[in-house]
């Protein structure tokens, strides 16, 4: 058994020169996991972390949502993957 990327989600940085990165895996049986995003700039890497929330809410289906926090302000701003 192994773990294999199943598909690759690529969106623009903040700032528009890089991109924002997060892979699918898939297994045998049939399951997913989410890796954690990865941003891919110099510039958008060195002012933002990226941190996730995650939600279960009963009885729809759990999902995470992705931020980039400035580390200087805190300052968050949603990102869609």
Known sequence: MSWETFKTIKIPCLCGNGEIIQ???SDDWNRF???EP???CEKCSKK???VS???NPKPHHEYTVYYCVDKE???KTKIDL
């Open 53 to 55: 929330e995650f939600h």
């Open 48 to 50: 933002y972390k990226i």
């Open 23 to 25: 892979e699918i895996l």
């Open 73 to 75: 302000n805190g300052e």
């Open 38 to 40: 990865v941003i891919k």
């Open 33 to 35: 996991e989410e890796t």
